[in-house]
């Protein structure tokens, strides 16, 4: 059976088995779907560049917790993720508060804290503090981890730039990443640092 035969549940389980290269295969095989999916829908190549990073993202981070269960549907189970990343960027850019989130759930994303809109004075000044405990966590983290949150919050680079940079797969990077946030928060946790405002 040559690669391009191997179906995408057996790829998710090879994937999640821990056989990287299956995970490529996914991505490889539906990306150009993904992103045309993604770009209908903001118009903007570079949002779109990021959206899709960030689904992807999702994706690891779920077929890792082994919550994956559409067997035959990996498609349209993927851009059911793109549509929610997209709705929940319009969500945002409409300014729609993003703290106050619960710092316990899985996909919760540390530094969507930092991005506080109409701030006050002491909002800023809090903002500032948070940012620079963040910081200090971060430079705690592992240090292939520690690269990547750092190119991607710190320098704006998206996943495929990260990956090119690092000479590592795309889902390598997400992986590094997925493993820097759960690291963050449990730092967080341990240190009793409060991400709000």
Same mark, same amino acid.
């Given at each position: 059976?040559?690669?391009?035969? @191997? ?8 994937? $999640? ?17 993904? %992103?045309?999916?993604? =770009? ?10 990021? @959206?899709?990073?960030?689904? %992807? $993202?999702?994706?690891? !981070? ?47 994303? =540390? %530094? ?8 006050? $004075?002491?909002?800023? =000044?809090?903002?500032?503090?948070? %940012?620079?405990?963040?910081r200090v966590l971060v430079e705690q983290l ?27 797969? =795309?889902? !390598? ?19 009793? @640092?409060?991400?709000?405002?």
């Amino acid at each position: 059976m040559c690669n391009s035969d @191997i179906g995408d549940d057996q790829l998710i389980k090879n994937f $999640i088995n821990g056989d990287n290269q299956a995970f490529d295969m996914l991505l490889n095989k539906y990306q150009n779907r993904i %992103f045309s999916y993604v =770009i209908q829908l903001v118009h903007d190549y570079d949002l779109a560049n990021d @959206i899709f990073q960030d689904v %992807f $993202i999702k994706v690891v !981070t779920h077929l890792k917790r082994n919550s994956y269960n559409h067997q035959g549907k990996f498609l349209s189970w993927v851009l059911r993720i793109a549509h929610n990343q997209v709705i929940d960027h319009f969500r945002k850019d409409a300014k729609m508060p993003s703290v106050g989130k619960n710092s316990s759930n899985e996909d919760f994303n =540390i %530094f969507d804290v930092l991005k506080l809109e109409e701030s006050s $004075i002491e909002d800023e =000044i809090v903002k500032k503090q948070i %940012f620079s405990d963040v910081r200090v966590l971060v430079e705690q983290l592992p240090h292939d981890q520690m690269e990547v949150v750092k190119m991607r919050y710190f320098s704006g680079m998206s996943f495929q730039d990260i990956a090119d940079n690092s000479n590592v797969s =795309i889902n !390598t990077a997400l992986g590094r990443m997925r493993y820097a946030l759960i690291n963050l928060r449990k730092m967080m946790k341990e240190k009793n @640092i409060v991400l709000e405002v």
